[in-house]
């Protein structure tokens, strides 16, 4: 069970949007709607963003969407914050019945 | 409020076992399929195991396949993780989270506070 791809770091600086990737295969991300995006503070617990793809948790920040084309999902968060500095993670379930991880990516807000 | 509070870590030998506990409240437990997420120190997330809010299915990552056996006690609220033949690659802080599903256990929407499990000689 491989875990999904993401690049190590983004960046951007306030008030921008970026996008983070993450990529899986047709076992995984290509096969269901149950992608999901983490967000974590060091130290602190990860925070559930997004799930199912694109539908945001209650308390969840709307400048955070998700979405997916063919085995690769997206976090978008707009308006960056310096606030949203940390590490976001993706996860998958995969044909297994199991959950895959991304590497994690962590991003600096300039 | 809902709150998933994990207990059973410390620091243990290799070969060794440990039993992990995740004492839930604030929501009803067996409508909810439940996961345990390890971190090692420094590292990312990487899921273990699920089980389904009815008892009726467990998963397991390759990694723990055959060592590690997750379980619920929907009648205690509680989630367990039975780790065996522990290996020094087996250290990190282990997470038990509720999944916004009934039998997927994906969308983990809330988490413990992690307890920490150090195997080493």
Redesign the interface.
């Known amino acids: 069970?491989s875990?999904l791809t993401q690049p190590a770091s983004v960046s951007g600086s306030p008030g921008q949007s970026i996008t983070i990737s993450c990529t899986g295969t047709s076992s995984d991300i290509g096969a269901y709607n149950?992608v999901?995006w983490?967000q974590?503070f060091p130290g602190k617990?990860?925070?559930?963003m997004i799930?199912?793809v694109n539908r945001r948790?209650s308390g969840a920040s709307i400048r955070f969407s998700g979405s997916k084309s063919g085995n690769t999902a997206s976090l978008t968060i707009s308006g960056l914050q310096a606030e949203d500095e940390a590490?976001y993670?993706c996860?998958?379930?995969t044909n297994?019945?199991?959950?895959?991880?991304?590497?994690?990516t962590k991003l600096t807000v300039l | 409020d809902v709150q998933l509070s994990e207990s059973g870590g410390g620091l243990v030998q290799p070969g060794t076992s440990l039993r992990l506990s995740c004492a839930a409240s604030g929501f009803t437990f067996n409508n909810y399929a439940m996961?345990w997420?390890r971190q090692a120190p420094g590292k990312?997330?990487?899921?273990i195991s699920?089980i389904t809010g009815h008892n009726t299915?467990t998963?397991?990552?390759?990694s723990v396949r055959g060592r590690f056996t997750i379980s619920r006690d929907n009648s205690k609220n509680t989630l367990y993780l039975e780790m065996n033949s522990l290996r020094a690659e087996d250290t990190a802080i282990y997470?038990c989270a509720n999944s916004?599903?009934v039998v997927?256990?994906?969308?983990?929407?809330h988490?413990?506070?992690?307890t920490l499990v150090t195997v080493s000689s």
Do not use: M
């Open positions: 069970q875990a149950y999901s983490y974590q617990t990860p925070q559930l799930y199912d948790p590490d993670y996860s998958s379930y297994r019945a199991t959950v895959v991880f991304g590497g994690g | 996961s997420v990312g997330l990487e899921w699920g299915a998963y397991y990552t390759d997470y916004l599903h997927v256990p994906a969308a983990a929407e988490w413990g506070q992690g």
